[in-house]
């Protein structure tokens, strides 16, 4: 019955398709979603700051899709719309360009003349993606993301390493723009008054020093990993850094129903469900993460990076394989409480930031604060019609 009410949804979504799709294209309209609309954030949220800051009002016309839009009442400077709405479909098809950082589905019926930019959501990563991970990813993932590269015109790149990745297993042999993450244009600002702001928020005095643990999910869901002594660490950083501390924790949002069993303590705070990691990372101090690609956007702060992998061995083997060792990364990696109490009592700020100078030499970095800049030339360029998409064709 349920394989029943879907087909005849998706049906009637192919048809309000084709009839939006027979409506003029505005030529300044940006039609923007994060991760299927769940959040306001990642490289769309950064891009759209960046033109409400830079450009006049009304030269672009921005709307943005979210799944729950009471939650998103306070945002303003464009439209907002529901996900799988009227409205939602109207925006979509008659959009110039189009730009997300995760997969488009097939109820994204691309016309010749729009302009789809897909940012991903990450600068590099550890874990092995698309087709070079497709041994462990779900067969209808691979075939839809096999359509939606077809759709794509502009992949961006935050080092000339995810070029040759994208290159090699995006399915996609189209335009890299090599010139950053927009989100990562954040990590350069150093802006006092924002962070005072980002503080206030989740509640935290200005005084306090900040270290974030942020790991990534499991695929057998396992908690036991997540074993973190928050107070010996807590301890650990006062003692060989100074200040006072508060360790703010966000996981996966896969675990948020199950985070209060995971995050407890004094001076410990749950932000899991805090959507901008972006705006956690730049007012962190510390960065204790696992196998997230956090610790390459965190890397621009060159602020110490932690990796906690008490797993390592299972994970290389259950989950996915990894583009580095990671012995060779710059970030120094610990399997104990215990281990990580010593590296970080030994922590050396010389050596650290040699080893990571030779890695972003290495990986060919791209970030130097400007991607945003860089990518509204592009738009520019797209919705003045100097530029336009040649590359799928709606059947």
């Not at 991760?35 to 672009?60: A, D, R, V, W």
């Not at 874990?127 to 993301?145: F, G, R, S």
């Not at 335009?175 to 150093?190: K, V, W």
């Amino acid at each position: 019955m349920n394989d029943l009410i879907g087909k005849i949804k998706r049906c009637i979504s192919l048809v309000i398709i084709y009839i939006f799709n027979c409506f003029p294209i505005k030529k300044n309209k940006l039609f923007l979603f994060s991760y299927y609309g769940s959040q306001y954030g990642c490289n769309p949220k950064y891009i759209t700051e960046y033109i409400l800051e830079n450009y006049p009002k009304g030269q672009f016309d921005l709307v943005w899709a979210f799944n729950d839009l009471k939650s998103k009442k306070h945002l303003t400077g464009f439209r907002k719309v529901k996900t799988m709405s009227l409205k939602y479909f109207y925006e979509l098809c008659t959009s110039k360009v189009i730009i997300t950082n995760f997969r488009t589905t097939d109820l994204f019926i691309k016309r010749k003349d729009q302009y789809y930019i897909q940012t991903w959501h990450s600068s590099l990563r550890l874990k092995q993606i698309e087709e070079d991970a497709m041994d462990a990813l779900p067969y209808h993932y691979v075939e839809m993301a096999k359509k939606d590269s077809l759709k794509c015109d502009l992949l961006l790149s935050g080092c000339k390493y995810s070029s040759e990745i994208f290159k090699r297993a995006f399915w996609y042999d189209g335009e890299i723009l090599e010139s950053g993450t927009p989100r990562n244009d954040e990590l350069f600002q150093n802006r006092l008054v924002e962070k005072y702001e980002i503080l206030e928020r989740v509640n935290i005095p200005r005084n306090r020093k900040i270290v974030l643990y942020a790991p990534t999910f499991r695929k057998d869901n396992s908690l036991e990993v997540y074993d973190l002594d928050y107070s010996k660490v807590l301890e650990k950083l006062r003692e060989r850094f100074g200040g006072t501390w508060t360790f703010l924790v966000k996981l996966h949002p896969h675990l948020m129903s199950q985070s209060n069993q995971l995050i407890y303590g004094d001076n410990v705070l749950d932000v899991t469900s805090y959507d901008d990691i972006q705006e956690l990372l730049s007012i962190s101090d510390v960065l204790i993460s696992d196998y997230s690609s956090l610790m390459f956007d965190f890397s621009i702060t060159e602020r110490p990076c932690f990796l906690y992998v008490p797993d390592f061995i299972d994970y290389v083997k259950q989950d996915r394989k990894l583009y580095f060792d990671i012995a060779e990364l710059p970030f120094i990696n610990v399997a104990s409480n215990h281990e990580l109490l010593n590296k970080i009592e030994g922590f050396n700020f010389e050596e650290y930031s040699h080893n990571l100078s030779a890695f972003l030499k290495t990986i060919g970095s791209f970030e130097d604060g400007k991607a945003n800049e860089s990518l509204l030339k592009k738009i520019n360029e797209v919705c003045c019609n100097k530029k336009r998409s040649e590359r799928y064709e709606a059947v």
